[in-house]
């Protein structure tokens, strides 16, 4: 009977554990791209902390995951970088709304030993990841980094092994750059990878690639940051040598296109222009237009301050973490399309 | 005069027979609410066969078997064959076969019969601790040393070596991939070892010692004597080697971190690939067309298959150890009411007088060849260097996970909730939500678990049912608890329509379950049958008997059962993945989305960010050590307890 008394004395203090933690604030889950994660969770880490009235959450799972997330209505909110397919869009159950955040590079990332700053074009990274150039020392990377001590060394590519947002960034960029890739790749979060290893998420990849010596990959710029993993500068549609920067991504996007649409589906790769940086992207928040299917109106209030915030004050963040955040004129924008979000056919926030 | 009495016992026989009759209707409800245990389990069982095939019949019914042998995984064309998953789990759990099966062997031969006396209940303690060592510690040192050792040494030596030889080079071609088929086929022996070192152990010691004491009188050196014992239990290894293939096959957490993830198959062992347990986990929770996840669901129903022929056959070969030895010793075996602890302890003794063949009688010596003497040595440092190997392997990952989670643990772990990218914070959510899911897991699976032992032991008569009953509860003890993770999905995260506390907490429950069932059921029988008998024949019923005797008898032992079933689902990953999917605020309440540990330490140990991977390794360390001390706190506690000791 001794051990019973100890299996009690154990249950008694898994109970203390749980109500020493405090659970007040109702529950506003997220889920999707790992791309913006680095700022979501600043963000929500500083959201929370001033309103303890929500927790709101964001588990980065991928934006295949963060897709399928929003529309089984498992979370009230999801995240990705690639634009829903018109086909995606169809098969919801309601009209959902992307809300572009912020815009962000997605960097290529190598681990070379005793190469610094090595420089990649579209036609590189495109054969590099067809299979096509397999060894560091190709003639096509020795004649764009000249000087450069590249070793005779086997190519490993990494790329993610779950759908991704990043991925869709990075496909487009290839699918631009690369006749081949287009034919027989082509573009979405989850593709058919002719050659590597898979990295779960965009840190998986930063794993993948420290872990692996002459490996490269694509990850967000502040993975790369964070881990310390060297990236490499790319060349752009102009021919000009561009480092991955805020300002790279919005001349990017002020390059690819002259009035953002409606929806705020655009793609700002291999954007013409000489500070363009080549491979970059928005990242939307995936949020229904018409929220009364939560049946709880302080509920999708919650939801729309804390996205709102994002958009407005939670911009202010993004700079540390080497997000470019939205255009004046788009943050008008974006802002006037969640006010006409509606819960039982009246907007949630007020003015 | 004479009517008195009649009356008197005709009184207290009606007051008997109401009481009987009281007492009959306990003992049948008793039996009745036991058998509602084992009902619990075979409807789960066949639940998780049912929503498998129910979740995967679309699928079926558009590729049928095609599914099986075409290798075009394309979720953007929606094609599926599971061809490359299905050879990437073959070649890998062979792989680790090839290599842990020879050192089980060996390990468990030393242990029986070349060690130290005193060595051998201490290392067979240790394996058992190891085989509770969760999943994504292994694969998190696989990235962490294995990954850079084989790209960095191993390659490089295989390549100027084994590579040159033709047809065996083409395993060893293409670019060292650390990140590889090879690399997930090591930590996959190094984590089968255990499991096939244990049931080796038990099945050599049921070896009649006339087998060993034979060859030595005929003049047999260690080697040929030890041959003749391994050939004679050959069908009880087969049955140790067909279980850790089960384990391989379903092991999802540590290949997933490791195997690099990519669906399709290349000969060359440095290749990247995948299996099907590790696709489950990449690709499931984000399956966003109904056709791919009925395809991801139909994966999972042939990696169920796979495991329930492989755990079928291994029952299978060790029953045939049993049939071989009743007609062998027909005598020994006949003596029902010897208990299994009392056997063990007659024969210990008389097993151990002749580990060494310098205590065997002197005789003439026999003239044996060079080749028999020197294949008499080399298998005995064989044994040596094998367990010196093994020992020093698992001492080297828990010396790892030591070191890197002592310097990276701080209060603030067990204080602050997980942050923003590159601020060093703490998992306090994540271990209150891992005890939570583990209590509700309890809830479920302790009764079920215990009252499921009590049928097995105290009322299932020896007829078909009652086998069959036997053989689910060994099937579903060997279900991958991915496949287990698919079932709370569909059975409860759907129709709930979002993750939660619940749904992972139940796939833990079901876990739990056999392995509770069968302590149970281990326990209860080693009551001696005195305990019954003595009972019944003071007149208790059949429900006193168990509930106010057996019962407590066996209590000591039951209650380590399940707190060391609680101990190894505290460290399970894969069924939580997208059942609870994690929470990074504090959350008590299970119907919303859950932290646990595991959940945030798979995040963080599959990443390059420098505070993330520390905070993965305090992680690593607090839940081992909880595993570990745990498991020997448990142990030591209940040790001189109850019957066991009496």
New interface residues.
């Given amino acids: 009977m001794k051990a019973c008394s100890w299996l009690v004395c154990v249950m008694a203090a898994m109970l203390l554990g749980m109500s020493a933690a405090r659970a007040e604030g109702a529950p506003l889950p997220g889920a999707g791209a790992t791309f913006p994660a680095p700022l979501y969770t600043k963000w929500i880490a500083e959201y929370n902390g001033k309103n303890p009235q929500v927790k709101v959450d964001y588990q980065a799972i991928g934006s295949g995951g963060g897709i399928k997330a929003i529309t089984d209505r498992t979370v009230l909110f999801g995240g990705s970088d690639a634009p829903m397919t018109d086909e995606q869009l169809k098969a919801a159950p309601a009209k959902i709304l992307h809300v572009p955040m912020v815009a962000g590079p997605v960097v290529m990332i190598y681990n070379v030993k005793g190469v610094e700053g090595l420089k990649l074009d579209g036609e590189a990274v495109g054969k590099i990841f067809m299979g096509e150039i397999t060894k560091w020392n190709d003639p096509h990377l020795v004649k764009i980094n000249p000087g450069a001590k590249l070793p005779d060394a086997d190519i490993i590519v990494a790329h993610r092994s779950d759908g991704s947002g990043t991925s869709w960034i990075f496909t487009n960029y290839l699918c631009k750059v690369s006749e081949h890739w287009k034919k027989d790749v082509g573009n979405a979060t989850s593709v058919k990878w002719p050659t590597g290893i898979g990295g779960k998420g965009n840190a998986g990849v930063a794993q993948v690639v420290q872990a692996q010596e002459n490996s490269i990959g694509y990850v967000e710029l502040a993975y790369a940051d964070n881990a310390k993993i060297p990236y490499a500068i790319q060349i752009n549609k102009a021919g000009k040598e561009v480092k991955a920067s805020i300002d790279g991504v919005v001349e990017a996007a002020k390059n690819s296109v002259e009035e953002i649409p409606a929806d705020f589906r655009v793609s700002i790769t291999n954007a013409g222009g000489e500070g363009s940086y080549p491979i970059s992207g928005f990242t939307y928040l995936l949020v229904y237009e018409d929220l009364s299917y939560l049946k709880d109106a302080t509920k999708a209030k919650e939801l729309l301050k804390y996205i709102d915030w994002c958009v407005n004050d939670g911009q202010e963040f993004a700079k540390d973490l080497h997000y470019a955040r939205l255009p004046e004129e788009m943050q008008k924008k974006v802002h006037e399309a969640i006010a006409k979000i509606v819960f039982d056919g009246k907007p949630v926030l007020d003015k | 005069m004479s009517a008195t009495p009649t009356i008197a016992t005709s009184f207290l026989e009606a007051a008997q027979s109401a009481k009987n009759r009281n007492r009959r209707l306990l003992d049948v409800a008793f039996e009745w609410f036991a058998f509602s245990g084992a009902g619990i389990m075979l409807l789960l069982l066949a639940l998780l066969a049912g929503v498998l095939i129910e979740g995967a019949w679309p699928a079926i019914q558009k590729y049928g078997l095609k599914f099986l042998y075409t290798s075009d ?4 064309e929606m094609n599926f064959g599971a061809l490359p998953v299905i050879l990437g789990t073959i070649v890998t759990s062979v792989l680790s076969l090839v290599i842990a099966v020879p050192a089980s062997i060996a390990v468990a031969l030393f242990l029986e019969r070349i060690g130290p006396k005193w060595l051998t209940p201490i290392v067979a303690f240790m394996v058992e601790l190891l085989a509770a060592i969760p999943s994504i510690t292994y694969g998190f040192w696989g ?1 962490a040393v294995l ?2 050792f084989i ?2 040494v191993g390659a490089p030596f295989l390549k100027a070596t084994v590579a040159k030889v033709p047809v065996i080079g083409a395993l060893f071609a ?6 590889s088929v090879l690399a997930s086929s090591i930590v996959l022996a190094i984590m089968v070892l255990p499991t096939i070192t244990l049931v080796t152990r038990d099945v050599l010691r049921t070896v009649p010692r006339e087998v060993e004491q034979g060859s030595y009188a005929l003049g047999a050196t260690w080697w040929q004597a030890t041959k003749m014992v391994l050939i004679y239990a050959k069908l009880g290894i087969l049955g140790a080697i067909t279980l850790g293939l089960a384990r391989a096959v379903g092991e999802t957490m540590a290949v ?1 971190m490791i195997i ?4 399709a198959f290349d000969l060359s062992l440095f290749s ?1 690939g995948q299996t099907m347990a590790s696709l489950l986990a ?2 499931f ?5 109904p056709e791919y996840l009925q395809a991801l669901v139909y994966v999972a129903a042939v990696l169920l298959a796979f495991t329930l022929v492989m755990n079928m056959a291994a029952r299978w070969f060790v029953g045939m150890v049993g049939e071989q030895k009743k007609s062998a010793r027909p005598k020994e075996e006949e003596g029902d009411l010897k208990s299994i602890a009392n056997k063990k302890k007659e024969e210990k003794p008389l097993n151990t007088s002749y580990r060494n063949e310098r205590l065997l009688p002197k005789v003439e010596p026999v003239w044996h060849s060079r080749w028999v003497r020197f294949s008499n040595k080399l298998m005995r440092v064989l044994c040596y260097v094998s367990f010196v190997a093994a020992i020093g392997i698992l001492a080297m990952i828990l010396g790892y996970v030591l070191y890197r989670g002592v310097s990276s643990l701080n209060m603030d772990f067990f204080t602050k909730l ?5 601020t060093p914070t703490g998992m ?2 994540c ?2 939500g891992t ?2 899911l ?2 509700l897991g309890s809830c479920f699976g302790v009764p079920v678990g215990v009252l499921t032992g009590v049928y097995l032991s105290e009322y299932a008569k020896p007829n078909k049912f009652n086998h069959f009953l036997r053989l689910m509860v060994d099937v579903m003890a060997g279900t991958p608890s991915i496949i287990v993770g698919v079932m709370a999905y569909e059975i409860i ?1 759907k129709p709930m ?3 939660s506390g619940i749904a992972g907490g139940l796939a833990l429950g079901f876990l739990m379950c056999p392995v509770i069932a069968r302590t149970t059921e281990e326990m209860l029988r080693l009551v001696p049958r005195a305990f019954r008998e003595g009972s019944l024949a003071l007149g208790s019923s059949k429900y006193h008997t168990i509930v106010k005797v057996i019962f ?1 008898a066996a ?2 032992g039951i ?2 059962g ?2 060391l079933s609680i101990a190894r689902v505290a460290g399970e990953t894969a069924p939580l993945i997208f059942t609870t ?9 299970p119907r ?2 859950m932290p646990a540990l595991t959940l945030k330490i798979y ?1 963080y140990a ?5 505070t ?1 991977i520390s905070q993965a390794w305090a992680g690593m360390l607090v839940l081992v050590m909880c595993v570990l001390l745990f498991s020997v706190a448990v142990r030591l ?2 040790r001189n ?2 019957f066991k000791a009496s």
């Fill in positions: 995984w394309d979720p953007v990235v990954v850079p790209q960095k293409g670019p060292a991939y650390g990140f997933t690099g993830n990519r669906n990247p990449n690709e929770l984000e399956a966003d067309k997980p942050g923003p990218i590159g306090r959510n271990i209150v005890l939570i583990v209590a995260v329509g979002k993750p407590p209590s000591a209650i380590t399940i707190l999917v994690g929470f990074d605020s504090d959350v008590i309440d919303e989305r995040q599959t990443s390059a960010e420098p993330w506690v209940t307890q109850g």
